[in-house]
């Protein structure tokens, strides 16, 4: 591959993974304040309103760096991937500009009154906020996967002459078959993030005696949510998103289940190593006929494996797609186990007892993050070598004039200033850690 | 018509832009000088703080705007200019958590360190954003694709083998820089009290003599460097209500400023910025991004736009979505009016 073309996927993915890194708890913690603001309204308790009002510091640091990491990437689709942007843009430009009109400026007003607006707006007003940004992340949430599934499943379009990609149907892009079932996936991924983070947190707060009372909270929360939300997002939300790739993209499927050869009862690969040259799994555990009872409910009918497809639309990199695959079905299956125990305790009344869970749950929290990238990265590596399946190759979108020099500086800048972000963040909230819930026991004014 | 309507929308939405953060950014640039003490600081920041997200949001809408309706000029313009796209990129990172993490942690040297970064963020952005705009007046060197790439600087003519930063257009960025910072320190002169008003009145008084005298140098440049100014002008001569609306916002801001009347002197240098940059829209029209190489090559309103399926289909959008923003900021900007005090709401 030549490396201007190297350079431009990099950068632009390893802005999106950091960007996304705060993305998914603004999901998922947006969620959950208006969870916790909810229940005070409905139960007259302000202890929950105390809850909300800690997680709402975290939450402000998080969405700082969320917004400032997110402004390049709607400027990247134009400054390296102009040629993608120039034949596309008429089409993913209405998701994007719509993103921009309906979503940010909602989040953008109403932060600051979710922030700094409790006494201002009184009870009912300040619950409001929490609703406004809470819709607003989530439905911009929706028209960036909206974006991503025209790319994986173009719909609605014609090609003029020139090339230039045209819209025909705005109602094909925005309830395009694919963007509902991914984005329903993409929000729960999200909700499982800030589940984990509430759930340590408090567990956390329990080992350290601390904060007792907001402590059994945030466990209740965040366990509650927790197990809904990672039994969702692998059935049916997953497994959905599997189907559909099956289907439209059958060479994405077996390249990211390890599947080489077309065979009736074909087996699903727990774990092996793919050598893509020889075409065979290493050191394989199968369990026979799983694979065609997952994508089609039959255990004989035959999954077309990579060897049926042409060499020129296989995924560039298919272990890389193979391993980010199986870390995420991996993680979510943990996942699924971790809250459930601990739900079965949360039921018992023993979970703030139960110590080995507790350990799980404070450990478990930077493993949502590591889940949500794998899964991310199957569908973008899963697409490859196509930027719009079928329709337009990667190879073909980026900046012809952008040279690679100018590609690694800029990548250089965002490495050394996103470090800095990362630090700066990490340091913020665990101040805020330290200082606890009580801290804010008082509204701000 | 469509591409028409729509080439209006995305130069107001720019335009709007400009105003609101705009003001932001001109507080940034004054702040260290209006205020003296690390109260004050805090007041000024105060005047932005539960503002300033939703006024860099028209950025990001405006060019959501611009993608989907001249994709051609959005990919064009996005990456012939690179890499001063990424440092305004880079700046307006290093400002907007300057502005959010300032107040996390109190003490000597956090606070200081992020309110020199924001003061050099913010005159940096104010520098590059008027070059840029200097960069469409001059004219770009659009190939048969048109697509350019310029580097940063090349020898600083502004000739057929200028760079994006040339002594035109750096001469028009410090425009920008002085007209920003007198529109910032006529917000903070509006929104504070006491000392640290009388202070911002009278850096924007004095910001408003560069602004004058810009304004004149570079108009005047402006027209020889860019001959398509002078015709456009000579065509339609009713174009001459931009720059007169220009010129009645700088002699406003002026007069308003002397009689103390904080408001009025604002929204003057709010009239002021739009008169210049409809005066700039005006003068390439049709173009939205001039050839400096071959005339016929340049990104005009028709070559650029997107089809008029996609237009129309925008536009059903576009208006529900802009009659809520419009009632999101008159009831954010509503409930956070009046002066900044020490122990009221916000930031």
Redesign the interface.
């Known amino acids: 591959m030549d490396t201007a073309l190297a350079l431009h996927r990099f950068h632009f993915a390893f802005t999106v993974m950091f960007h996304y890194l705060f993305v998914q708890l603004t999901l998922g913690l947006g969620f959950l304040i208006f969870v916790l603001k909810t229940l005070a309204l409905v139960k007259r308790d302000e202890h929950y309103n105390d809850c909300a009002r800690f997680w709402a510091r975290i939450f402000a640091v998080n969405f700082a760096l969320g917004v400032v990491t997110g402004i390049p990437m709607e400027f990247q689709f134009g400054t390296n991937w102009s040629r993608f942007s120039r034949d596309a843009g008429g089409v993913i430009g209405q998701t994007l500009g719509m993103e921009g009109l309906y979503t940010f400026f909602l989040e953008s007003a109403f932060l600051g009154f979710l922030l700094y607006g409790e006494k201002m707006l009184g009870r009912i007003g300040h619950w409001g906020s929490a609703v406004a940004v809470w819709i607003g992340s989530w439905l911009s949430a929706y028209l960036i996967v909206a974006t991503d599934a025209w790319m994986q499943h173009p719909t609605g379009y014609r090609i003029a002459a020139d090339g230039q990609i045209l819209l025909t149907s705005w109602w094909s892009l925005i309830f395009n078959e694919w963007a509902a079932w991914q984005f329903v996936h993409t929000i729960l991924g999200g909700v499982v993030t800030g589940s984990f983070a509430m759930a340590g947190i408090g567990a956390f707060y329990i080992f350290l005696k601390k904060s007792e009372a907001s402590a059994r909270v945030f466990l209740r929360v965040g366990v509650i949510t927790g197990l809904i939300a990672a039994i969702l997002v692998a059935f049916p939300t997953g497994d959905h998103q599997g189907k559909l790739v099956a289907r439209y993209q059958g060479v994405t499927l077996a390249a990211m289940e390890g599947h080489f050869v077309t065979q009736p009862a074909s087996p699903l690969a727990i774990i092996g190593q793919p050598d893509v040259n020889k075409g065979r799994l290493d050191n394989p555990a199968t369990v026979p006929g799983a694979l065609s009872f997952m994508i089609y409910g039959n255990w004989t009918k035959e999954v077309r494996g990579l060897g049926d497809f042409p060499r020129d639309t296989w995924p560039d990199n298919i272990p890389l797609l193979y391993y980010a695959f199986h870390i995420m079905v991996g993680l979510g299956t943990l996942f699924i186990l971790l809250m459930g125990l601990s739900a079965i305790q949360l039921w018992r009344g023993k979970l703030a007892q139960t110590k080995i869970l507790l350990w799980a749950l404070v450990l478990f929290m930077p493993l949502p993050y590591i889940a949500n990238t794998a899964g991310w990265m199957t569908a973008e590596m899963g697409r490859q070598p196509w930027i719009i399946f079928g329709l337009m190759r990667t190879a073909a979108g980026a900046s012809p004039h952008v040279s690679s020099g100018n590609a690694l500086f800029t990548l250089l800048g965002f490495m050394g200033l996103y470090t800095l972000l990362f630090l700066l963040g990490l340091f913020l909230i665990w101040r805020i850690l330290g200082e606890g819930p009580e801290r804010h026991a008082e509204a701000a004014a | 018509m469509l591409p028409v309507i729509w080439f209006c929308i995305v130069a107001v939405m720019v335009a709007i832009y400009v105003v609101l953060d705009g003001f932001d950014l001109g507080a940034g640039i004054v702040h260290l000088c209006v205020a003296r003490d690390a109260a004050e600081r805090r007041l000024v920041l105060k005047s932005i703080?539960?503002?300033w997200?939703?006024n860099?949001?028209w950025?990001?809408?405006?060019?959501?705007?611009l993608?989907?309706?001249f994709?051609?000029l959005?990919?064009?313009?996005?990456?012939?200019f690179?890499?001063p796209?990424?440092m305004v990129?880079?700046l307006?990172?290093?400002r907007?958590?300057a502005i959010?993490?300032r107040n996390?942690?109190d003490n000597a040297v956090w606070t200081p360190f992020w309110d020199v970064v924001f003061m050099l963020a913010s005159c940096l952005l104010a520098i590059f954003l008027g070059a840029a705009l200097g960069n469409v007046v001059r004219g770009v060197p659009l190939d048969a694709n048109h697509?350019?790439?310029l580097p940063l600087w090349t020898n600083f003519l502004p000739g057929k083998d200028a760079g994006i930063l040339d002594w035109y257009t750096v001469l028009v960025g410090l425009f920008s820089f002085f007209t920003l910072a007198m529109h910032g320190a006529l917000w903070v002169t509006f929104k504070t009290e006491a000392a640290l008003q009388q202070r911002a009145r009278r850096v924007a008084r004095a910001a408003w003599a560069g602004v004058a005298l810009f304004t004149v140098i570079v108009t005047l440049v402006s027209f020889s460097i860019q001959p398509k100014l002078g015709a456009s002008f000579a065509a339609m001569p009713a174009g001459y209500v931009f720059p007169a609306l220009a010129l009645a916002g700088l002699a406003g801001s002026i007069v308003f400023m002397s009689r103390e009347k904080d408001g009025a002197a604002f929204l003057a240098s709010c009239l002021y910025i739009v008169g210049m940059l409809t005066s700039v829209v005006f003068g390439v029209f049709p173009d939205v991004l001039p050839a400096n190489s071959d005339p016929n090559l340049s990104l005009t309103i028709t070559n650029a736009s997107?089809?008029e399926?996609?237009l129309s289909?925008?536009l059903?959008?576009?208006i529900p979505?802009?009659l809520?923003?419009i009632g999101?900021?008159t009831?954010?900007y509503r409930?956070?009016s009046g002066k900044v005090t020490a122990?009221?709401?916000?930031?």
């Open positions: 703080g539960p503002v997200d939703g860099e949001v950025l990001l809408a405006g060019g959501g705007a993608y989907f309706a994709p051609p959005y990919a064009s313009s996005f990456s012939g690179y890499l796209l990424m990129l880079w307006l990172v290093l907007g958590i959010e993490f996390q942690i697509e350019f790439f997107a089809s399926y996609g289909v925008g059903a959008w576009f979505g802009i809520l923003v999101y900021f009831f954010v409930k956070f122990d009221g709401g916000g930031h």
